[in-house]
């Protein structure tokens, strides 16, 4: 390296940006060096750096996020293979705008359609784009924020709450899965309310059409107003119906 770009070099390491400082050291001898534009040398300068931490913190929200299958990808939600996506609407998910307008959606299916794999996706996806996101089993969900509520330190529970309530990306897989008794009910409601609230999204997956949540989703009718409100605070967004092709 010579004298004149010692300083440059230097620069790159006191910044801390190894990958940079290897680049350039690389590109100066290389026979092509004349032939780049100062954007093109820049920009080829930058781009180890910028795929380093990219990757970094692609791999930082991923574990954040809890999700298990994380080699799920968007490029597979397609009709093909035995399933049929209304496709219109997965496009329009795809752009996130709906993150942006803070919009649910709700992915709906029989079981073993492929609605998990659809939060998956959507959720690997959301931790490249920097979303802040976590990933829950709906009964594994309510039943830890339901102990909490039951336990003498309600301060846990209270913080816990407020834990799922900060993601701005919330996934619920198999909602409605089980059903749950009025504090249940209390506890998932006061959630989605919070959500709302601080206009946050909530992703989930279910077996059961909005329509019936009233019969499947408490053990009685006397929730039935929280469930209400749930229902019309899910809802308010996206529907992604999964089909098996006939």
């Known amino acids: 390296m010579s ?12 910044l801390n940006l190894p990958e940079c400082s290897k680049k350039f050291d690389q590109m100066l001898g290389e026979p092509a060096l004349g032939s780049y534009s100062p954007i093109q040398f820049l920009r080829e300068v930058l781009q180890p750096q910028y795929d380093v931490v ?5 791999a930082d929200n991923l574990r954040k996020s809890s999700l298990i299958e994380t080699d799920a990808k968007v ?35 029989v079981s073993g359609v492929g609605k ?9 996806e959301a931790c490249w784009r920097n979303y802040s996101c ?11 924020l339901i102990t909490l509520d039951q336990s003498k330190d309600k301060s846990k529970y209270s913080r816990k709450l407020r834990h799922y309530a900060k993601y701005q990306l919330l996934f619920i897989d198999d909602f409605g899965i089980s059903r749950f008794g009025e504090d ?30 009233g019969s499947c ?30």
């Open 116 to 124: 998990s794999y659809f939060l998956a996706a959507f959720c690997v």
């Open 134 to 144: 976590k990933f829950v089993d709906y009964c594994e969900l309510l039943e830890e």
């Open 3 to 14: 004298n004149t770009n010692k300083d440059i070099q230097e620069m790159l390491d006191v």
């Open 184 to 213: 249940g009910m209390k506890i998932l409601y006061h959630l989605i309310k919070m959500r709302t609230d601080q206009q946050r999204s909530t992703l989930f997956s279910s077996q059961y059409n909005p329509d019936e949540w």
């Open 75 to 109: 490029e597979n939600l397609r009709t093909g293979n035995g399933r049929v996506y209304n496709e219109t609407t997965v496009q329009q998910l795809l752009t996130f705008r709906f993150a942006e307008d803070r919009k649910n959606v709700g992915v709906f299916g």
């Open 217 to 246: 989703l408490g053990l009685d009718q006397s929730g039935y107003g929280k469930v209400d409100g749930i229902r019309r605070r899910l809802t308010s967004g996206y529907t992604v119906v999964i089909e098996r092709s006939k």
């Open 54 to 58: 990219l990757n970094k913190r692609f």
